[in-house]
């Protein structure tokens, strides 16, 4: 099937920036996201680009480009099922908060949502394409829904798990390591596979496209995801050795980092990983390890949330037990609230939880991030319920402006890796805070030998 109309249902971090990208590496290609957040659509239509939804370098540039031409975003989600060839489900896949599996299975309501909508709309064959992490065996259940519709539409599901990391997403989806993408090993499958792989070879070579069955493309995407945390945690783990025995953790990194079987990424010593993917992944893997009665499988990953959630209580612990031990109305500013620097999602970020610590311990938490506001921050700490709203609000502000965070604050926390940090004049935020001012780097982004001359009491992870 020559694909020329291609429907996504939803407009978040995976959908959005993918359509923008196939958008415009295929003009002859109608693309259409949708969602039925109308606010959402709204941010994506606003006529300044700068203001989309999604801030990733280099997305509203793209979006610029092919926006009312062959780009489209609608809350009109029928309409660009039918219309649509090719249809991307790339919805939210939270872990469950309710019932069996809760705490660990992957909430699959959105997932079927949509293959009850697509199936009641059709009036054509379709390919309908995983674009959410979703659990093993997933697409049997799509099918299954679509298959029995009694309207005698065929559909072909395919797995296509994205691979993005947020901050470079822009960057991964225009030069990727690889495009999976799994399918029927049938004629019409296979053509189905053949459809995809014709609407990414308008920019991708066909070296980097992989082909397999839907289930090992599922499985791909999640053990992707647990191998890239179990490296973070695995330093992490490392780090609090590190401050026990005078080692240093970055030299400890490099060392091992330039052993060709192991290399260098994902070996920098944090408070810890956030974001939508690892941890929910993660446990998604466990619970379909337990499901199977492979515990000790299930064990072994979930050491690895064990070990990211210690890293995060350990450096709010630390700020305490260093502020002498008691942080009661003392003001204490984190630098950085986004999971990582250059995005604005916040989801599963540590600053959340070390947050939720400190507020526990009656600290007032002031907060500065280029691409984050107040309303979100709010949001992200009333999400836990650990507390009133109220108290939340109480304890926590936001400011526009760096140094102003910082001002007559007793310690800074640096939560994020934002580049721009480095360049601060730390000279002038230590003469404007409470003596002795301490800075707790839980990126290890700032120079120690610098910031100890400036006079601050500096601690960072594993040294």
């Not at 240093?248 to 490099?254: F, L, M, P, T, Y």
């Not at 091992?256 to 939508?276: A, T, Y």
């Not at 400011?399 to 310690?411: G, I, L, M, T």
Request: proline share 3%; aromatic share 8%; net charge negative.
């Amino acid at each position: 099937m020559k694909i020329t109309n291609i429907c996504c249902i939803g407009a978040g971090y995976v959908g959005g920036p993918t359509m923008a990208v196939i958008a415009q590496k295929c003009p002859h290609i109608k693309v259409t996201v949708v969602d039925l957040n109308v606010n959402r659509i709204e941010k994506w239509n606003d006529e300044d680009v700068n203001n989309i939804p999604i801030y990733e370098p280099g997305l509203s540039d793209i979006v610029k480009q092919s926006r009312n031409k062959n780009l489209f975003f609608s809350t009109e989600v029928d309409k660009a099922i039918d219309e649509a060839q090719l249809i991307f489900i790339s919805v939210n896949t939270p872990t469950k908060t309710y019932g069996s599996g809760k705490g660990m299975a992957a909430d699959l309501k959105y997932i079927e949502l949509c293959a009850r909508q697509i199936a009641r709309v059709s009036k054509n064959d379709k390919i309908v394409v995983e674009k959410s992490t979703l659990p093993v065996r997933t697409a049997e259940a799509i099918k299954n829904i679509l298959d029995n519709t009694g309207n005698g539409v065929q559909f072909q599901i395919l797995s296509n798990p994205e691979f993005l990391a947020e901050g470079t997403a822009v960057a991964d989806l225009l030069n990727p390591d690889r495009v999976l993408i799994g399918g029927d090993s049938t004629p019409d499958g296979q053509a189905a596979i053949e459809s995809l792989v014709e609407v990414y070879s308008n920019w991708v070579s066909n070296d980097r496209i992989l082909k397999t069955n839907v289930w090992s493309s599922e499985l791909s995407k999640l053990t992707a995801n647990a191998f890239l945390a179990q490296r973070v945690s695995s330093i992490n783990a490392m780090s609090e050795l590190c401050e026990k025995t005078g080692a240093d953790v970055n030299e400890v990194a490099k060392a091992i980092g330039m052993d060709s079987r192991i290399g260098s990424k994902f070996l920098k010593s944090s408070v810890g990983f956030g974001g939508s993917c690892f941890q929910k992944d993660i446990m998604n893997l466990v619970y379909i390890a337990k499901s199977f009665g492979l515990n000790e499988v299930a064990d072994y990953w979930e050491q690895v949330i064990i070990m990211n959630d210690h890293q995060k209580r350990r450096f709010s612990k630390k700020i305490v037990s260093t502020l002498y031990n008691t942080i009661s109305d003392k003001k204490i500013t984190f630098l950085g609230w986004a999971f990582k620097k250059d995005t604005n999602d916040t989801r599963e970020s540590a600053a959340i939880y070390v947050a939720d610590d400190l507020i526990n311990e009656q600290a007032k938490i002031a907060v500065f991030d280029p691409k984050v506001d107040y309303q979100q921050i709010l949001e992200d700490l009333n999400y836990l319920e650990s507390r009133t709203a109220l108290k939340n609000e109480k304890h926590i502000k936001s400011f526009e402006n760096p140094y102003e965070a910082c001002n007559q604050s007793h310690a800074i926390a640096i939560l994020t890796e934002w580049d721009e940090f480095k360049n601060y004049d730390w000279q002038k935020i230590y003469d404007s805070m409470l003596k002795p001012a301490f800075v707790f780097d839980g990126r290890n982004l700032l120079d120690k030998e610098k910031m100890t001359n400036i006079g601050f009491q500096y601690q960072a992870i594993g040294s």
